[in-house]
Every structure is written in structure tokens, then in C-alpha cells.
């Protein structure tokens, strides 16, 4: 009977450990699906100095193209030309990985169709074969408030640059221009 006893004992502790064990992974797994599911849309803007007196800022995003390399993706205003801002959208690659083809302009297409064309500001000569810039002045106003774009352009060595910028990014180069017009 003592051991009837004891067991029937051991088991219910048993019974009540994997519940919470099972409990507790459920918690788990529903945090995990959440967190994924929820993930904030943020848009942050950079500053850095130009000059002792001169602060610029500017959007910067680490982005991966559709083969998986890795682009630095910067919009950034300029406002050296006197009273009116140019906006230049700068593309960075990996070195010895991707080449520009300059001077080739670079294609925007919206998730609405819409099809832009930014012309490229490295013709004459690029800082380096893994950076392109293009004159994105003409294009910002016309970038949708919702969906994302893709960047098409022709690379060196027959590949092209098919590059998705999410709604987050477009949010930050919204966010950028807009400020930018109150000064």
C-alpha cells in the first residue's frame, strides 16, 4: 500500500512537471511567433558633421540584394548648389564584388507599378569601382507613401543589381526630405 502510495505520489509530480515544462514552451513559442510577426517599423535618421559648423543628415541602410550581397544604401540631401536641396542616392558594394557601369542611370520600380528614372552623378568619374551616386532630386517627391521599390541596374561582369527597398527605408527617406524641406 506504502508504495502504491509513493508512486501514485511520483507520478503526479511527474504529470504536473511536464504540464509546466509544456506550458512554458507554448509561452516560449508564442513570444518568439509574436516578436517576429510585430517587428516595429523604424525610421532613423543620421547626423554627422560636414564641416566644424556644418551638421548634414542623411539615411543609411544596410541592405542585401536578391543574390545576397550586402549594398550600403544612403539618401542624403546637398544643398551646395545655393537655395534649392538636390537628394542623391548613393549605392556602396562590396569591393572587388560589384562594379558600376558609368554612367548608366538607375531604375526605381514602385510596388504600384510606377516606374522612375534616377540619372547617374558618377559619369565622369566614380571614387571608386563599388560606388555608384544618382540624382534622386526629381524622383523623392514622387516616392509613394505605402509599399517598397526595387533598384534595377546593369552591373559590370553582365550581372545587375536588383535591390528591394522595404516600406521602413522609404519611411526614413520620407521622413528625411520632409525635414529637410522645413529648414
Not at 506550458?23 to 560636414?50: D, K, M, S, Y
Not at 548634414?56 to 542624403?76: C, I, P
Not at 542616392?89 to 557601369?101: A, E
Not at 507599378?113 to 517627391?141: C, E, H, M, W
Request: some cysteine; proline content about 5%; overall charge positive.
Amino acid at each position: 500500500m506504502f508504495n502504491k502510495l509513493v508512486s501514485s505520489l511520483l507520478g503526479d509530480r511527474q504529470k504536473r512537471y511536464h504540464r509546466l515544462v509544456l506550458l512554458l514552451n507554448l509561452v516560449l513559442i508564442f513570444n518568439v511567433v509574436l516578436g517576429f510577426l510585430c517587428l516595429p517599423a523604424t525610421a532613423l535618421l543620421r547626423q554627422h558633421h560636414e564641416t566644424a559648423n556644418v551638421l548634414r543628415y542623411h539615411a543609411q541602410d544596410s541592405l542585401k540584394d536578391r543574390d545576397g550581397n550586402t549594398w550600403q544604401v544612403l539618401l542624403f540631401p546637398d544643398k551646395s548648389q545655393g537655395a534649392t536641396t538636390n537628394y542623391y542616392l548613393r549605392l556602396v558594394g562590396f569591393p572587388g564584388i560589384n562594379s558600376f557601369i558609368h554612367p548608366q542611370s538607375l531604375e526605381i520600380l514602385t510596388s504600384q507599378g510606377k516606374i522612375l528614372t534616377a540619372r547617374d552623378s558618377f559619369s565622369q568619374s566614380a571614387p571608386a569601382p563599388n560606388v555608384g551616386q544618382y540624382n534622386f532630386t526629381a524622383i523623392a517627391p514622387q516616392l509613394p507613401q505605402k509599399g517598397s521599390l526595387k533598384l534595377s541596374l546593369p552591373l559590370q561582369e553582365n550581372r545587375e543589381l536588383s535591390l528591394k527597398i522595404p516600406q521602413e527605408v522609404l519611411s526614413e527617406w520620407q521622413l528625411l526630405t520632409q525635414e529637410i524641406e522645413k529648414f
